[in-house]
């Protein structure tokens, strides 16, 4: 009564915000849990910062932060345990409770919730979620690789070269094959997994055809991602990948045929190889003797190289219809081999020596007299015999 009294002098307004203040809890606001991020994109190593906070007065009991849902949720941050790379934005703050995560890595995508949770006289009970934000990391592709074939080619069909790049996301991806800067022709990049990810690996292949000239020629590889400012490339050099064999010639001088016993130079020239790694062997009638003298190795204009051998030899008697045979052993493969004849001219015997044979050397068998007298006596004779017969059948 002595309340009534002491307030019956109040106006209505004030009499309501005393019973107001009276009441426990009368007036305060229901807290919400505010997670305003629906998307946050980031490029790796940078630091991502996620926002959630409340309003009004919430119960008492923590606020932590989690990746993904359900039970196999994982726990990113919390008011006690150990986060390195997970600090609070605000820190102390009741009413933000925002994060910040650093060197964020390709692992660090996905949904992340923060979630209130209430003190009790159990366990901490969940009491609200936040509405979560999708986090998407992008990464840059790593450091591009072009391979070449596990040998050496030589030029004809198509050699196969390949481009590998990884650890990107988004996964898509633009490669381009240069060679000597024009465009090539190449199918679309393969990048796996094929499902979403948090991120993907490339691989690119092409085929080119080798020709002589590519000793010098290069190939290159273009990559254009969204995380690039600009396109990341690798070059292979093609007279990594060529073998073009030696074409070998073998020349004499003086040209056959040659007299006897007089002395011929034999050249080889094993011309336009690639690599420069060759050798020529000499061989006789098959046998392998003298390496000759061989001069300088030569680079030709287009970027092959040429080498030459000289090999110097008596035409004997002995050496007739010889056979002298350059190999050019080139880059490990099977030798190849050009061979020329050693032909010797008939010439006169020497003054004073003798000859085997009744007939003068260089004198031909038919040009001799006394065949001649030998085959008209013999024709004068069967003359004579035939007509002896004709006479004796007539008698």
Not at 108 to 122: E, N, Q
Not at 222 to 233: D, F, G, R, V
Request: charged share 15%.
């Amino acid at each position: 009564m002595a309340l009534l009294t002491s307030v019956s002098g109040l106006s209505l307004p004030c009499l309501v915000l005393l019973l107001l203040l009276e009441i426990p809890g009368a007036g305060a606001q229901e807290f919400q849990l505010l997670q305003p991020q629906g998307a946050m994109s980031v490029s790796a190593g940078e630091t991502l910062t996620l926002t959630c906070s409340v309003t009004g007065l919430p119960p008492v009991g923590a606020v932590s932060w989690f990746k993904g849902s359900g039970s196999g949720r994982q726990l990113v941050y919390a008011e006690v345990g150990s986060f390195p790379r997970v600090t609070r934005a605000v820190s102390g703050s009741d009413t933000d409770f925002s994060i910040r995560i650093s060197d964020t890595r390709p692992e660090d995508a996905g949904i992340y919730r923060c979630v209130k949770f209430r003190k009790g006289s159990g366990p901490y009970e969940e009491i609200r979620s936040g509405a979560g934000t999708v986090v998407s990391v992008s990464t840059r592709p790593s450091a591009p690789s072009v391979s070449g074939p596990p040998s050496r080619a030589e030029p004809g069909p198509p050699v196969t070269f390949t481009y590998t790049s990884g650890g990107f996301s988004p996964r898509d991806i633009t490669v381009t094959w240069l060679k000597n800067g024009d465009k090539l022709p190449a199918p679309q990049p393969r990048v796996l997994p094929a499902h979403e990810s948090v991120s993907y690996n490339m691989s690119s292949t092409v085929g080119v055809s080798l020709t002589t000239g590519d000793t010098r020629s290069q190939l290159t590889c273009l990559i254009e991602h969204s995380t690039l400012p600009a396109p990341l490339n690798a070059t292979y050099n093609l007279s990594d990948a060529l073998r073009v064999p030696p074409r070998l010639r073998v020349d004499t001088v003086p040209a056959a045929p040659v007299a006897l016993n007089e002395s011929v130079t034999f050249t080889c020239r094993a011309e336009g190889f690639y690599p420069k790694d060759a050798s020529l062997i000499w061989l006789e009638n098959g046998h392998e003797m003298d390496l000759g003298k061989s001069s300088p190795l030569a680079e030709n204009p287009d970027g092959t190289y040429t080498l030459q051998s000289s090999l110097e030899v008596k035409a004997t008697e002995q050496r007739r219809q010889s056979a002298f045979t350059c190999l050019a052993v080139h880059d490990s493969q099977p030798p190849v081999g050009a061979s020329e004849m050693l032909r010797l001219s008939q010439v006169p015997a020497e003054p004073g020596k003798h000859t085997t044979s009744s007939t003068p050397a260089g004198q031909s068998l038919f040009s001799s007299p006394a065949l001649w007298i030998g085959l008209f006596l013999e024709k004068v004779l069967t003359a004579a015999f035939l007509l002896f017969l004709f006479l004796t059948s007539k008698q």
